[in-house]
Protein backbone atom coordinates (compact mmCIF):
# COMPACT_ATOMS: atom_id res chain seq x y z
CA UNK A 1 0.00 0.00 0.00
CA UNK A 2 1.26 3.25 -1.21
CA UNK A 3 0.88 5.98 1.27
CA UNK A 4 -0.08 9.28 0.28
CA UNK A 5 -1.26 12.42 3.17
CA UNK A 6 -5.07 13.13 1.67
CA UNK A 7 -3.99 17.00 1.33
CA UNK A 8 -1.36 19.83 0.95
CA UNK A 9 -2.30 22.91 0.88
CA UNK A 10 0.23 25.55 -0.82
CA UNK A 11 -0.08 29.38 -1.19
CA UNK A 12 0.75 30.54 -4.89
CA UNK A 13 4.58 30.92 -5.49
CA UNK A 14 5.17 28.64 -2.93
CA UNK A 15 6.66 25.00 -3.30
CA UNK A 16 4.31 21.86 -2.60
CA UNK A 17 6.11 18.64 -1.80
CA UNK A 18 3.45 15.70 -2.07
CA UNK A 19 5.09 12.51 -0.72
CA UNK A 20 4.46 8.82 -1.13
CA UNK A 21 5.58 6.07 0.95
CA UNK A 22 6.55 1.93 1.63
CA UNK A 23 9.11 0.36 2.62
CA UNK A 24 11.78 0.38 0.08
CA UNK A 25 10.31 2.43 -2.50
CA UNK A 26 14.10 3.44 -3.17
CA UNK A 27 14.17 0.47 -5.17
CA UNK A 28 11.23 1.21 -7.45
CA UNK A 29 10.23 3.60 -10.26
CA UNK A 30 7.65 5.75 -9.06
CA UNK A 31 5.66 7.57 -12.03
CA UNK A 32 3.10 10.64 -10.58
CA UNK A 33 -0.43 11.25 -11.81
CA UNK A 34 -1.82 14.83 -11.87
CA UNK A 35 -6.12 14.60 -12.25
CA UNK A 36 -7.79 17.96 -12.45
CA UNK A 37 -11.52 17.97 -11.63
CA UNK A 38 -13.80 15.72 -14.15
CA UNK A 39 -10.72 15.28 -16.01
CA UNK A 40 -8.11 11.89 -17.00
CA UNK A 41 -5.18 11.38 -15.28
CA UNK A 42 -2.02 12.83 -16.24
CA UNK A 43 1.43 11.44 -16.28
CA UNK A 44 3.82 14.01 -14.80
CA UNK A 45 6.40 12.38 -13.97
CA UNK A 46 8.07 8.74 -14.76
CA UNK A 47 10.85 6.96 -13.51
CA UNK A 48 10.97 8.93 -10.34
CA UNK A 49 11.95 12.16 -11.99
CA UNK A 50 11.32 12.19 -15.71
CA UNK A 51 9.21 14.65 -17.45
CA UNK A 52 6.95 14.14 -20.14
CA UNK A 53 7.25 16.54 -22.86
CA UNK A 54 4.86 19.33 -22.25
CA UNK A 55 5.44 19.33 -18.43
CA UNK A 56 6.49 22.60 -17.03
CA UNK A 57 10.41 22.12 -15.55
CA UNK A 58 8.66 23.39 -11.87
CA UNK A 59 7.56 19.35 -11.57
CA UNK A 60 10.70 17.06 -10.35
CA UNK A 61 10.75 14.47 -8.36
CA UNK A 62 12.97 12.47 -5.88
CA UNK A 63 12.56 8.93 -4.53
CA UNK A 64 15.02 7.14 -1.70
CA UNK A 65 14.54 4.78 0.96
CA UNK A 66 11.34 4.58 2.11
CA UNK A 67 9.66 7.72 0.27
CA UNK A 68 9.05 9.20 -3.15
CA UNK A 69 8.31 13.06 -3.07
CA UNK A 70 6.89 15.07 -5.80
CA UNK A 71 7.71 18.53 -5.67
CA UNK A 72 6.06 20.99 -7.50
CA UNK A 73 7.86 24.84 -7.32
CA UNK A 74 6.27 27.92 -7.95
CA UNK A 75 3.16 26.84 -7.48
CA UNK A 76 0.20 28.24 -9.92
CA UNK A 77 -3.57 28.21 -9.51
CA UNK A 78 -3.64 25.91 -12.37
CA UNK A 79 -1.44 23.21 -10.39
CA UNK A 80 -4.28 22.69 -8.10
CA UNK A 81 -5.47 18.53 -8.38
CA UNK A 82 -5.54 15.98 -6.86
CA UNK A 83 -1.69 13.85 -7.05
CA UNK A 84 -1.55 9.70 -7.34
CA UNK A 85 1.90 7.99 -6.95
CA UNK A 86 2.00 4.82 -8.70
CA UNK A 87 4.54 1.80 -9.12
CA UNK A 88 4.72 -1.84 -10.06
CA UNK A 89 4.35 -4.03 -7.35
CA UNK A 90 6.33 -7.07 -8.51
CA UNK A 91 4.87 -9.47 -6.10
CA UNK A 92 1.09 -9.29 -7.56
CA UNK A 93 2.79 -7.90 -11.24
CA UNK A 94 0.38 -5.48 -11.63
CA UNK A 95 0.67 -1.35 -11.07
CA UNK A 96 -0.44 0.06 -7.63
CA UNK A 97 -1.75 3.72 -6.91
CA UNK A 98 -1.46 5.38 -4.41
CA UNK A 99 -4.44 7.05 -2.24
CA UNK A 100 -4.10 10.30 -3.82
CA UNK A 101 -3.29 13.48 -2.60
CA UNK A 102 -5.59 16.67 -3.08
CA UNK A 103 -3.18 19.65 -3.66
CA UNK A 104 -5.24 23.07 -2.39
CA UNK A 105 -3.60 25.98 -3.95
CA UNK A 106 -4.83 28.65 -1.03
CA UNK B 1 -2.10 12.08 -31.76
CA UNK B 2 -2.60 9.37 -29.36
CA UNK B 3 -5.90 8.79 -28.34
CA UNK B 4 -8.14 6.33 -26.39
CA UNK B 5 -12.25 6.46 -26.09
CA UNK B 6 -13.87 4.39 -23.75
CA UNK B 7 -17.76 3.78 -24.27
CA UNK B 8 -20.30 1.40 -23.00
CA UNK B 9 -20.92 2.95 -19.51
CA UNK B 10 -24.34 3.38 -18.10
CA UNK B 11 -26.73 2.31 -15.48
CA UNK B 12 -26.97 -1.03 -14.67
CA UNK B 13 -28.51 -3.17 -11.78
CA UNK B 14 -27.05 -5.56 -9.23
CA UNK B 15 -26.06 -8.79 -10.46
CA UNK B 16 -26.66 -7.32 -14.41
CA UNK B 17 -24.01 -7.18 -16.90
CA UNK B 18 -21.74 -4.34 -19.10
CA UNK B 19 -19.31 -4.37 -21.84
CA UNK B 20 -17.14 -1.23 -22.07
CA UNK B 21 -15.17 -1.11 -24.96
CA UNK B 22 -11.90 1.65 -25.39
CA UNK B 23 -10.85 2.10 -28.87
CA UNK B 24 -7.52 3.71 -29.74
CA UNK B 25 -5.99 5.64 -32.52
CA UNK B 26 -2.79 7.28 -32.62
CA UNK B 27 -0.79 3.93 -32.44
CA UNK B 28 -1.08 0.36 -32.85
CA UNK B 29 -2.56 -1.57 -29.03
CA UNK B 30 -0.38 -4.02 -30.45
CA UNK B 31 2.83 -2.69 -29.21
CA UNK B 32 1.61 -2.13 -26.03
CA UNK B 33 -0.26 -3.86 -22.57
CA UNK B 34 -3.49 -2.43 -22.23
CA UNK B 35 -5.49 -1.24 -18.80
CA UNK B 36 -8.65 -0.48 -17.15
CA UNK B 37 -8.16 1.61 -14.21
CA UNK B 38 -11.67 2.49 -11.97
CA UNK B 39 -12.29 5.42 -10.12
CA UNK B 40 -15.25 5.67 -7.53
CA UNK B 41 -17.04 8.24 -7.00
CA UNK B 42 -14.85 10.59 -5.00
CA UNK B 43 -12.39 7.78 -4.18
CA UNK B 44 -8.81 6.96 -5.87
CA UNK B 45 -7.65 5.25 -8.67
CA UNK B 46 -7.92 1.24 -8.32
CA UNK B 47 -6.13 -0.27 -11.12
CA UNK B 48 -8.21 -3.43 -12.04
CA UNK B 49 -7.19 -5.34 -14.86
CA UNK B 50 -4.04 -5.54 -17.71
CA UNK B 51 -3.71 -7.80 -20.90
CA UNK B 52 -0.34 -8.20 -22.66
CA UNK B 53 0.04 -7.42 -25.98
CA UNK B 54 -0.75 -10.71 -27.76
CA UNK B 55 -3.22 -11.60 -25.00
CA UNK B 56 -1.25 -14.38 -23.78
CA UNK B 57 -0.50 -12.94 -20.15
CA UNK B 58 -3.89 -11.12 -18.18
CA UNK B 59 -3.72 -10.18 -14.61
CA UNK B 60 -6.68 -9.01 -12.57
CA UNK B 61 -7.32 -7.45 -9.41
CA UNK B 62 -9.15 -9.32 -6.36
CA UNK B 63 -11.66 -7.46 -6.58
CA UNK B 64 -12.75 -8.21 -9.97
CA UNK B 65 -10.87 -11.40 -10.47
CA UNK B 66 -14.12 -14.09 -12.08
CA UNK B 67 -16.81 -11.49 -12.20
CA UNK B 68 -14.27 -9.30 -15.50
CA UNK B 69 -13.07 -10.53 -18.37
CA UNK B 70 -10.82 -8.48 -20.54
CA UNK B 71 -9.78 -8.44 -24.35
CA UNK B 72 -8.18 -7.36 -26.90
CA UNK B 73 -8.90 -6.72 -31.01
CA UNK B 74 -5.55 -5.71 -32.51
CA UNK B 75 -6.75 -5.80 -35.70
CA UNK B 76 -9.72 -3.38 -34.72
CA UNK B 77 -7.22 -1.31 -32.28
CA UNK B 78 -9.20 -2.04 -29.23
CA UNK B 79 -9.69 -2.78 -26.03
CA UNK B 80 -12.83 -4.72 -24.37
CA UNK B 81 -13.87 -5.40 -20.71
CA UNK B 82 -16.84 -7.60 -19.88
CA UNK B 83 -18.28 -6.70 -16.24
CA UNK B 84 -20.34 -9.51 -14.82
CA UNK B 85 -22.52 -9.95 -11.33
CA UNK B 86 -22.19 -6.07 -10.65
CA UNK B 87 -22.00 -4.95 -7.66
CA UNK B 88 -22.86 -1.60 -6.38
CA UNK B 89 -19.41 -0.89 -5.39
CA UNK B 90 -18.60 -0.84 -8.93
CA UNK B 91 -19.99 2.12 -9.91
CA UNK B 92 -17.34 4.03 -10.99
CA UNK B 93 -15.62 5.81 -13.77
CA UNK B 94 -13.71 3.30 -15.74
CA UNK B 95 -10.64 4.50 -17.83
CA UNK B 96 -8.57 2.54 -20.00
CA UNK B 97 -4.92 3.32 -20.35
CA UNK B 98 -2.06 1.97 -22.11
CA UNK B 99 1.53 0.85 -21.03
CA UNK B 100 4.52 -0.18 -22.58
CA UNK B 101 5.38 -3.10 -20.19
CA UNK B 102 5.65 -4.56 -16.83
CA UNK B 103 6.70 -1.13 -14.79
CA UNK B 104 6.35 1.01 -17.00
CA UNK B 105 3.97 4.10 -16.37
CA UNK B 106 0.45 4.32 -18.06
CA UNK B 107 1.23 7.07 -19.97
CA UNK B 108 -1.78 7.40 -21.78
CA UNK B 109 -5.60 7.09 -20.38
CA UNK B 110 -8.86 7.83 -22.08
CA UNK B 111 -11.52 10.12 -20.90
CA UNK B 112 -13.54 7.55 -19.28
CA UNK B 113 -16.63 6.10 -18.80
CA UNK B 114 -19.17 6.18 -16.25
CA UNK B 115 -20.89 2.74 -14.83
CA UNK B 116 -23.75 3.21 -12.65
CA UNK B 117 -24.64 0.21 -10.94
CA UNK B 118 -28.55 0.66 -8.87
CA UNK B 119 -32.04 -0.88 -8.60
Known amino acids: VLTQAPSVSVAPGQTARITCGVS??????VHWFQQRPGRAPVVVLY???DRPSGIPERFSGSNFGNTATLTISRVEAGDEADYYC???????????FGGGTKLTVL | QVQLVESGGGLVKPGGSLRLSCGAS????????MNWIRQAPGKGLEWLSY????????KFADSVKGRFTISRDNAKNSLHLQMDSLRAEDTAVYYC????????????WGQGTLVTVSS
Open chain 2, 97 to 108: ARTYGSGQPLDY
Open chain 2, 26 to 33: GFPISDYY
Open chain 2, 51 to 58: INSDSSYI
Open chain 1, 24 to 29: KIGSKS
Open chain 1, 47 to 49: DDS
Open chain 1, 86 to 96: QVWDNSSDHPV
